[in-house]
Every structure is written in structure tokens, then in C-alpha cells.
Nanobody, 114 residues
């Protein structure tokens, strides 16, 4: 029942910024974790950032100080503000929700040019 739709990916210059959005529907539990994960070519999928239903955030080491995860105030949406992007951030970015189950979006491509 949970559906996740990501948007906001694209091509950006090094040092630039992007804001990803994940629109979630069908979350019935008060207690859940939403997050962003990424997978670059030839690498394992890794944690980018998570935020709990209570507002607690967690970040992967490689994005601390550059990325910010947040929730919309009035919509079932989670955002990822990405600043000071570098080519190493190039990856497919996936939205994830964990409640009683595990749900993944289809992903959105982020490419940071050299």
C-alpha cells in the first residue's frame, strides 16, 4: 500500500545544489523511518540520511555537513537538500520507508559533472 515517488534528480555542476523530494502515501503507522540511500556504479548501496517519525536524523559520514534531510510540515513528503555536491555524489538515489515493512522508491539519478 505504501508508495514512494522521488523527484528532483538531475545534472548539476560541482559545488552546486539539488533538492530531492520523496512523496509518500499509504503510511499507516505512527512509528516509521524514512530515508535516502544511494548506489553508485560498481558500489554497494549506502546510507545517505534517515529521519524518524519523531524527527531524529542520521547521516552517512560522507554527506555530513553537506546534506540535510527534512520532512514537510503539511504533506507526506521527505526532502534531501544536497549542497556542495562533488562528482563522488553521483549515484542513483532511493527513498526508503520502514514501518512494519520495507518500502523503496524507484530512484532518481543524480549526476555531478567534473
Amino acid at each position: 500500500q505504501v508508495q514512494l515517488v522521488e523527484s528532483g534528480g538531475g545534472l548539476v555542476q560541482p559545488g552546486g545544489s539539488l533538492r530531492l523530494s520523496c512523496a509518500a502515501s499509504g503510511i499507516l503507522s505512527r512509528f516509521y523511518v524514512m530515508g535516502w540511500y544511494r548506489q553508485a556504479t560498481g558500489k554497494q548501496r549506502e546510507l545517505v540520511a534517515t529521519i524518524t517519525s519523531g524527527g531524529t536524523t542520521n547521516y552517512g559520514d560522507s554527506v555530513k555537513g553537506r546534506f540535510t534531510i527534512s520532512r514537510g510540515n503539511a504533506t507526506n513528503t521527505v526532502f534531501l537538500q544536497m549542497n556542495n555536491l562533488n562528482p563522488e555524489d553521483t549515484a542513483d538515489y532511493y527513498c526508503r520507508v520502514r514501518d512494519a515493512d520495507d518500502h523503496w522508491g524507484q530512484g532518481t539519478q543524480v549526476t555531478v559533472s567534473s
